[in-house]
Structures are given as structure tokens and as C-alpha cells.
């Protein structure tokens, strides 16, 4: 409930500090005394639309401070955690408007969006009155209500479920056959494909190899014609070698006689021939490995080019033509595997509209019946409020060609103001003071079921009195049992059911730039309440017969 509002610098209320606790609590005064201004401070705290206009003359800003105590479970506080503000069972919303237009709202003193305000302003409280364009006169809200009310919210989750999950199989179902039919399009350029790969049968770091093979063997002339130069060079005219081989011969016959000064030159020259017969075995061998084979030459130079064709062909680079072979055969398996998941896809499709729609029908059903309950409810509310020739119906609709996240019903609460006339929607039919207490009748209806805690009737009582009246503060109070209920009256019937008694009064007060009319707040006591209904029973001057009237309208509703 709201527990404190705080008020600086709007229009004509420099500095207010309310109070208030549970049950009825109503707010009378003079017309103009700026009841309104109280109204339209509570509205900017809960979203409402920020003005300029609504500072006060001299001031830079206006604030607005309403502190809420709710319970730990209330929906608030998971919105609130959605949106990463943290709230512990108190709820304190600020809401600042400055003179330039600009606005901005704290709640627990973390910076919020006035769109969350507004938010959660439509969860904490509910502002109704003759003009109200809110959840009770919007059709978008009727159903939310009637499922409320009848306590079918579970039921309208799992249908939530049921279309979400019937949407995703079905995206999913299309998703597929969008592919499938992209990849049958594709088959059989994908068989081709595959077919001119495999044939082609390229393997890992082929090109690089082909390439530097191919480099050789167009240079294997003139490797070959240096590698005859060091022959002939070796082995001269066939003499060298025998020449060297006689005089080591020789050599190694005296070397004993020598006295060891041969064996240096006998150790270099067995060197030399051996050396020298290395190299010509290592010309020889390598003569061999740089024979030119121009078809050999002629066939590395053909797969190159099939290779790179076929790089550019598929837009890879050579090296990638075996991974692009193994995605094309993936995919001709996915293909084929996918002509079998469609059914699969579908059947889940299927199984999931028929779940939906089984949901969907059993809640309209129920709907229905309970919908004929709160037409029940509310016509029996009608005839104390002098609307006994009205008629109230909820309207389900039962669209089974056009469902939806909620099933398949567009509910909408409709009146026949008046015998033999078509139930119509509210705002059509009802007059301001006929639509305000056909809201006050469904509100008592839904009150313990689907509203927010606190509940804000501003003025619904205008134009009637009399039983009217009193019937009105009876339903008042009722909902005031289970909620709080806060009533702005001009109505001394409705003021006498209240638990608390504020007065809204202006006053003259002195500056020293002249006079200046200030609001003003303050609760009545027993004898001051008895003396305000009173005023409102006679007007400036009040009578005894006034106050005896009062004190019997007091007792009454005690």
C-alpha cells in the first residue's frame, strides 16, 4: 500500500508530508482547493506525464516522494529485479520535473526509465474516475481481468506455452524447408560437384609438391650440363686417376725406407683418390636424378592446371579442395537426412497446434462460464447504484481463426445502458457519471482478485446522492477490507464511510513579494470530521440540523 507521499513545489503545494494507512481514507475540501494538484502529484510519482507547468511559481523544480510497503511476492519486485533495481519489501519512487521540461525518476534512489515507472505504477496502484481511460475502459486489459477474476491464470500460462511452443516448432518446421529447398535447388550441382572431386582426387600439399618438381625438371638441362663439366673435369682423359693410383704405388713401396717423410704425402694422395672417386660416384648419382622426361614434364604440368582450374571453378584455394569435397558430401548427407527430418519437424509441428488449440478451446471454455459468473456479480451491484434497467456483459469471442499468445477469445466488457438497446463498449455508451459507477460496480467484483493494492477514486461519486452515494461508500469500504482505497468526495455519504478524514484547504499566506494561496493537508479528528461532513451537507453556513445530520451519517456507517 502507499504509506507516504511527499510533496514539494507543484503548482499551488509548497511542502506536503502524508501519512497514510490501510482502509478508506477520502480527501474533501472546497472546489479549487487543489484536491487535483493531490491527484496529479500521485500520477507523476506513478508515471504519469511530466509538465513544466506543474512547478510552482518561484521554484526551480518539483519533486514528488511515494513510498510503498508491499508484499515480498508482489509482482513489482520481479519487475523491478528484471530491470536490475534492487528492492527489499519497501518501495520509495521519486519523480523530478524542473522548469526547463525535463524529467527523471529514481526508485529506491537508483535512476529509472519513466517507462519502467509507468510500469510499475500500473502494478502498485490504479487510478480510476469519471474520465479514466485505463484497464478498466481498455479491451486490451478485459481478458487479463477476466482471467483474473476467475483464477484462470495458470490455464492462460500454459496456453502462453503452448503458443510459444507451437510458433517455435513451426519456425523451426519452415526454417528447415526454407533449407531444404535451397539445398534441392543445389543437389545436382552438388553431385556434380562432388563427382568432378573425387575424380580428381586432390590430396594434401599436392601443389606445392607438383610445383617445385615441375621448377626441376625445366631446369634439368642446365643442371645436367654443369654436373658433365665436373665430370670431365674429374676424370680428364681417363689418365688422372690411373696416374695418381702408379705414383702412390711407388710411393708406398719406399715409404718404409723413408724414415717416416713420406707418409704425409702417402696419407694425402690415398685422400685425393678417394675423394676424387666419391665425387665422380656423386656426379654420377645425381646425373641420374636430373634426367628430363619431357612426359613426365608434360604430366605435372596437366595436374597443375586441373588442380587450379578447379580452385578457381569452386572459388577455393587449391589447398582447400579436399576439406570443400567433404562439406559437399556433408551436405548431400544432410540433404538426404533432411528429407526424413522434415517429417519429423512437421509431426512435431503438428502435435504442437493441436496442443495449443486442446488448451485454447478448454479456456475458452471456461472463460465463458466464468465470465457468466461476473456478469452475475456485477449486475447485482447495478441496482444499488441506480443502474437497475442497465445490463452488463463480458464479451468472449471465440476466434479460432486467429490465435493467439492468450488463445483464442478477444474478451470486452460491454453495458446496455438503457432496455432493448445492444450491449456496447463502456466508453460508448456510458455517460461520465453512468461510467463511473459501472467501474466502481466491476471493481468491487474484481477487487479481491485482480487489482493493485492501492486504489485511487477520483470524484466517481459526482453528479448523484442520496442512496446513490451511500451505495458508493458502502462499496468503497467493502473494497477498502481487502485494499487501500483512497476517495476524493464531494459526497458527505461517501466522506462518512472513511477509516481517515484529510481536508485539502488553501490558505492565504504572507511573503515579502505579497500574499501567495498555499494547499494545504490536514487529517480531521472526530469532531473535525463530524463538522467538514457537516459543510458538505449545508454549504458555508453550518447548521446544528447540519451536524446533527453528520453525526447520524457517522453512526450509520459505523
Not at 63 to 72: E, I, M, N, R, Y
Not at 389 to 410: Q, S
Not at 421 to 433: F, I, Q, R, Y
Not at 534 to 558: F, W
Amino acid at each position: 500500500m502507499l504509506t507516504a507521499l511527499s510533496i514539494r513545489d507543484i503548482v499551488l503545494i509548497d511542502r506536503l508530508d502524508i501519512i497514510l494507512a490501510e482502509g478508506l481514507t477520502v480527501f474533501t475540501g472546497e472546489t479549487g482547493a487543489g484536491k487535483s494538484i493531490l491527484l496529479d502529484s500521485l500520477g507523476l510519482a506513478l508515471g504519469g506525464r511530466g509538465d513544466a507547468a506543474l512547478v510552482r511559481k518561484g521554484a526551480d523544480k518539483a519533486v514528488v516522494t511515494a513510498q510503498f510497503d508491499l508484499d515480498p511476492s508482489h509482482a513489482a519486485f520481479a519487475l523491478l529485479e528484471e530491470n536490475g533495481i534492487d528492492a527489499d519489501g519497501e518501495l520509495v519512487i521519486r519523480r523530478i520535473q524542473t522548469l526547463d521540461g525535463r524529467s527523471r525518476a529514481t526508485i529506491n534512489d537508483q535512476p529509472a526509465s519513466i517507462n519502467l515507472l509507468r510500469q510499475l505504477g500500473g502494478l502498485i496502484a490504479e487510478i480510476h474516475g469519471q474520465h479514466d481511460d485505463r484497464a478498466l475502459v481498455e479491451a486490451a486489459n478485459h481478458r487479463k481481468l477476466l482471467d483474473a477474476y476467475g483464477g484462470l491464470e495458470a490455464s492462460a500460462g500454459e496456453v502462453r506455452l503452448a503458443w510459444q511452443a507451437w510458433r517455435s516448432a513451426h519456425e523451426a518446421l519452415e526454417e528447415h524447408r526454407r533449407k531444404l529447398a535451397k539445398a534441392q535447388a543445389e543437389r545436382d550441382y552438388l553431385e556434380h560437384a562432388a563427382e568432378e572431386l573425387r575424380r580428381l582426387g586432390p590430396e594434401p600439399d599436392e601443389e606445392d609438391d607438383l610445383a617445385d618438381r615441375r621448377a626441376l625438371m625445366m631446369n634439368a638441362e642446365h643442371f645436367a650440363g654443369a654436373l658433365e663439366e665436373a665430370e670431365q673435369a674429374l676424370s680428364g682423359d681417363g689418365t688422372l686417376i690411373a696416374a695418381l693410383n702408379a705414383a702412390l704405388r711407388r710411393l708406398e713401396r719406399r715409404q718404409a725406407e723413408a724414415g717416416g717423410r713420406l707418409d704425409a704425402v702417402v696419407a694425402a694422395l690415398d685422400r685425393v683418390v678417394v675423394e676424387i672417386g666419391e665425387a665422380d660416384m656423386a656426379v654420377a648419382e645425381a646425373k641420374r636424378s636430373f634426367d628430363y622426361d619431357p612426359n613426365e614434364l608434360e604430366r605435372i604440368e596437366e595436374r597443375l592446371f586441373a588442380l587450379r582450374a578447379a580452385g578457381r571453378k569452386h572459388r577455393v584455394p587449391v589447398t582447400q579442395l579436399g576439406s570443400l569435397l567433404a562439406t559437399i558430401e556433408q551436405n548431400l548427407s544432410d540433404l538426404q537426412a533432411g528429407e526424413g527430418h522434415l517429417g519429423a519437424l512437421s509431426q512435431s509441428a503438428s502435435q504442437a497446434e493441436a496442443r495449443f488449440f486442446d488448451l485454447a478451446r478448454a479456456l475458452s471454455d471456461a472463460r465463458r462460464a466464468v465470465a457468466a459468473d461476473l456478469d452475475a456479480e456485477v449486475m447485482a451491484e447495478l441496482s444499488p447504484l441506480k443502474l437497475e434497467r442497465a445490463r452488463f456483459l463480458t464479451d468472449v469471442a471465440c476466434r479460432p481463426d486467429a490465435p493467439g499468445l492468450h488463445g483464442l477469445d478477444r474478451v470486452e466488457f460491454k453495458v446496455a445502458a438503457n432496455p432493448g438497446s445492444d450491449p456496447a463498449p463502456l466508453m460508448k455508451v456510458a455517460s461520465g457519471g453512468e461510467l463511473a459507477r459501472f467501474m466502481l460496480a466491476l471493481k468491487v467484483v474484481l477487487a479481491a482478485r485482480a487489482s493493485a493494492p492501492t486504489l485511487i477514486f477520483d470524484e466517481i461519486d459526482t453528479g448523484v446522492g442520496g442512496a446513490v452515494a451511500d451505495a458508493i461508500g458502502q462499496r468503497l469500504a467493502r473494497m477498502a477490507s481487502r485494499l487501500q482505497v483512497l476517495a476524493v468526495t464531494h459526497s458527505p455519504q461517501v466522506a462518512a464511510f472513511a477509516d481517515a478524514h484529510m481536508l485539502v484547504a488553501k490558505s492565504d499566506e504572507g511573503e515579502a513579494a505579497g500574499p501567495r494561496v498555499i494547499t494545504r493537508i490536514s487529517s480531521l479528528d472526530p469532531a473535525m470530521r463530524r463538522e467538514e461532513i457537516a459543510r458538505m451537507l449545508s454549504g458555508a453556513r453550518v447548521t446544528d440540523e447540519a451536524r446533527a445530520q453528520a453525526q447520524q451519517l457517522l453512526t450509520r456507517a459505523e
